[in-house]
């Protein structure tokens, strides 16, 4: 027996139309896209009349596990993905022990096919340890099912080590995912440094410190021949980097959170700087680069959306906002969010917002997902375009409660999502 879906709405991601649809999934494929499918002998739900959309990626999540098991678990973070829309995230290697070898890699696949909500493709790391002192055995990590390698949470401030990382991975055709932090620049700082920070006293970090390192690296991602992809990308310079080094014709790809979409450093003013909710890594910067971020995102210089879903307790996040650590969660609110403050106000299209969360990031990395058509793989999210709630953290399945959007009323939630032919999440 098959499931059926009636009655929705599929988004055509090159023409914007949402077209009246059914959808036979057999297994985990799709096995017919109809107008009228017969649902006799299949389970049927009907969708009455709510989007069909492509199954969302996120290529930059932090599960926390093995490790750090009290802010967050495979088993917790993925089903804060699937609440969310995701079928498939891509997990971060900053764990304890650190995601440096291809038994690691195995230990992430073989939890997630055991307690996941959705597809985990992990990130190896480039340096052992990520303490940036030797190479990790990078073709041992893809042979294991690395989808690229990072040592996302720090920058690998050795030219000469990243120079070889990128050569390697370019012989291996794997992506050089990078955190860009010079952290001579950055030091202690804690939030962004401008006036806001020098205003409350507190130690900032320039935006220069990311820019800086993503010069060096579009420079080696050139001479090597790698393919280079940037994290979080927050500050404007980085913005004009990554259009430069793609007019140039370079591997160079980027992602942008809806945080630094959305925000600037004025909401920690507003808080007295007391609410470490508020502290994320790269930091919320000026409306002059969140102007930039959105720009890029608008004409292509990034690719996609990524949440960088990094949760801790309530404890670490009550600390003094000097020494609490960085991070948002944001996997369960990514999509409203941008629906609501960008297509919404009529700032981007509805199939342009959704192609940075599906397609592109699929072609990006290679995956063999974000569209639906017969044959393919059954990952898909039905959202509700008009269902609006707050955002409370009652409702989350991640074990995170770190959000700046607390109590901000959002569209566009999502109600149903299937990945490999499995509903892993069914909402109201």
């Known amino acids: 027996m098959g499931l059926v879906l009636k009655n929705g709405r599929l988004l055509n991601l090159e023409t914007g139309e949402l077209q009246a649809t059914d959808i036979l999934i057999a297994g985990d494929r799709i096995e017919a896209v109809a107008e009228q499918i017969e649902a006799s002998g299949h389970e049927a739900i009907d969708l009455q009349g709510k989007a069909i959309l492509p199954g969302f990626l996120d290529m930059h999540v932090h599960l926390r596990q093995p490790g750090f098991e009290a802010k967050e678990t495979i088993e917790t973070g993925t089903a804060a993905a699937a609440r969310g829309g995701f079928t498939t995230v891509a997990c ?106 020098k205003r409350l006293g507190l130690p900032g970090i320039p935006g220069l410190a990311e820019s800086v390192m993503i010069a060096r690296d579009i420079l080696l991602a050139e001479e090597t021949g790698a393919h280079l992809h940037v994290c979080h990308i927050s500050d404007a310079w980085s913005v004009d980097l990554v259009r430069y080094a793609k007019s140039r014709g370079l591997k160079v790809t980027a992602e942008v959170t809806p945080h630094h979409l959305l925000l600037t450093e004025e909401i920690i003013d507003r808080t007295d700087a007391q609410d470490a909710n508020m502290k994320v890594n790269p930091p919320i910067r000026t409306e002059k680069d969140r102007q930039a971020c959105l720009r890029g995102l608008l004409d292509g210089t990034i690719d996609m959306v990524a949440t960088d879903h990094a949760p801790h307790t309530e404890e670490e996040k009550k600390r003094p906002f000097q020494t609490a650590p960085f991070g948002f969660v944001g996997l369960e609110i990514a999509f409203p969010l941008l629906y609501t403050e960008l297509v919404e106000t009529g700032q981007i299209a509805l199939h342009e917002l959704v192609k940075k969360f599906t397609i592109n990031p699929a072609n990006v990395f290679k995956i063999d997902r974000g569209v639906i058509a017969v044959g393919n793989v059954a990952d898909l999210t039905i959202v509700d375009l008009e269902a609006e709630r707050t955002v409370t953290v009652e409702e989350f399945k991640t074990k995170g409660r770190n959000t700046p959007f607390l109590g901000k009323k959002i569209k566009g939630w999502s109600v149903l999502t299937i990945n490999q032919g499995r509903i892993t999440y069914r909402g109201n």
Do not use: F
């Open 92 to 197: 971060m290697p900053n764990t304890r022990p650190v995601i440096d070898s291809p038994e690691l890699i195995g230990y992430i696949y073989e939890t997630t096919a055991k307690e996941g909500s959705c597809t985990v493709l992990p990130y190896g790391a480039i340096t052992k340890g990520e303490l940036g002192e030797e190479l990790t055995d990078i073709a041992a990590l893809k042979a294991a099912g690395a989808i690229g390698i990072t040592d996302d949470g720090v920058g690998v401030q050795s030219s000469s080590m990243m120079r070889e990382a990128m050569r390697i991975a370019a012989s291996l055709d794997l992506p050089v995912v990078i955190h860009s932090e010079d952290e001579d620049l950055a030091k202690d700082g804690c939030m962004n440094e401008g006036v806001v920070s």
